[in-house]
């Protein structure tokens, strides 16, 4: 984003957003050195041989995450479901990235991905690369990657998580509803959750279902999103991914028009929702600093829409009373969503005291590693789909 972009957009806040946004300043993370592995070349450039154009295709992962054999096997179910997108684009370049992060050194990281990529059957028409580099964050290999690639001219990026299981047609469908869309904006897989035997997944996934909004938007853990939505990167204000993009989109959207984003229902994925109590507690509590910071951030606008039709939805007169399944789930969804709105003011109250102290938070904890279980493990479909089920 420009400078005049982001001036523009402070511009069009009101005084308790700036004053929250003052409440959380993350330190920068270094920019360390990205190492890029193509066909046995380690590099830290970007290597010969490397199509232009197309799709890159952004796989991000970690060394502790699981085992090598559970990398591979999560790295070849992705090349797997990329050939019937080769099939109906033959002449669409796929450059799948193989985002490789450790948090005992880049060394560790380098190993790990030249040794997967030295056993990978790679199909034909697909080009596979790897990059490792030190630390661990989901943004952090983003931003890494859309770096290196930034010369590579790509129309989009499809962003796949290692633990979704997809339907041998899902990434066909989605590339197709992309370009059919004009290749803009983002569109996403629908996703559904399979539920865990834990508790807490078991509580995750029937809150869900009573709090699904009627305006889903993508989710990261399988969307495709037009370059120039990323092209400066992720700000590392950002908690998501996702989130980022809706916000972006929804900045850009003309008023009283609706903005460039799809949830693609014929395109299904799953995940599955595991980890034990406390851990869903951490990761709601990011989830929830995700929430106030991107509506400190960005313009009063799409914060109200978030608002309104996503995150408080069914609140009423906070947000239209949600009576789609009739009152008794309405009025559930409208207690859950007055918990979470009691929730979102103590945070949005701690980050404006911080921001008129000059004390802003300079970090948000995220969930322990838990077990690596894909989609493919679960045993139960259950309700999900969209960002909000991820929570």
């Known amino acids: 984003m420009t400078s005049e972009a982001g001036t523009a957009r402070r511009d069009r806040r009101t005084t308790l957003q700036r004053l929250v946004a003052r409440g959380y300043e993350p330190a920068r993370p270094p920019a360390g050195a990205v190492t890029v592995v193509h066909r046995g070349t380690v590099t ?17 992962t970690y060394v502790n995450r699981c085992g090598p054999e559970e990398q591979a096997a999560a790295v070849r179910h992705v090349l797997d479901r990329l050939a019937p997108v080769r099939a109906a ?22 190993e790990r991905v030249t040794t997967l990529l030295g056993h990978l059957r790679v199909p034909a028409g697909l080009t596979v690369a790897g990059v490792a580099l030190a630390g661990r964050g989901k943004l952090i290999t983003t931003n890494a990657v859309l770096r290196v690639t930034a010369g590579l001219g790509y129309i989009g990026w499809l962003w796949v998580d290692d633990d979704v299981e997809l339907a041998p047609d899902c990434l066909e469908r989605l590339v197709t509803r992309f370009f059919e869309r004009g290749g803009t904006g983002a569109v996403g897989a629908s996703e559904v959750a399979q539920v865990s035997t834990t508790p807490s997944a078991r509580v995750m996934d029937n809150v869900s279902a009573h709090t699904a909004p009627p305006y889903d938007y993508p989710a990261a853990g399988c969307m495709l999103v037009a370059a120039d ?25 003309p008023d009283g028009g609706p903005a460039d984003f799809e949830v693609f229902g014929e395109a299904r994925c799953g995940f599955c929702r595991i980890g034990r109590a406390g851990d869903t507690l951490i990761r709601l509590r990011r989830s929830m600093y995700s929430h106030v910071v991107l509506m400190a951030d960005y313009p009063v606008r799409a914060a109200h829409w978030y608002a309104t039709r996503c995150l408080f939805y069914g609140l009423w007169p906070v947000a239209p009373w949600d009576g789609r399944r009739g009152i008794a789930r309405g009025l559930i969804r409208w207690l859950i969503k007055a918990l979470y709105l009691a929730w979102f003011c103590v945070v949005v109250a701690s980050l404006a005291f911080r921001g008129l102290a000059g004390r802003p938070r300079r970090s948000v904890s995220w969930g322990t590693d838990g077990d690596f279980r894909t989609a493919l493990d679960g045993t139960t479909a259950g309700s999900g789909g969209g960002a909000d089920g991820r929570s």
Do not use: K, N, Y
């Not at 830290?44 to 197309?54: A, S, Y």
């Not at 002449?91 to 380098?110: C, K, N, Y």
């Not at 990323?230 to 900045?251: K, N, Q, W, Y």
């Open 44 to 60: 830290t450039g970007v290597p010969d041989g490397l199509p232009h154009g197309g799709l890159g295709v952004l796989l991000p």
């Open 229 to 253: 939505v990323v092209a400066g990167g992720i700000s590392p204000r950002c908690l998501t991914d996702d989130g980022f993009v809706l916000f972006e989109l929804l900045e850009r959207a």
């Open 89 to 110: 684009h033959p002449a669409l370049p796929l450059t799948v990235w193989i985002g490789m992060q450790s948090e005992d050194g880049d060394a560790r990281a380098i």
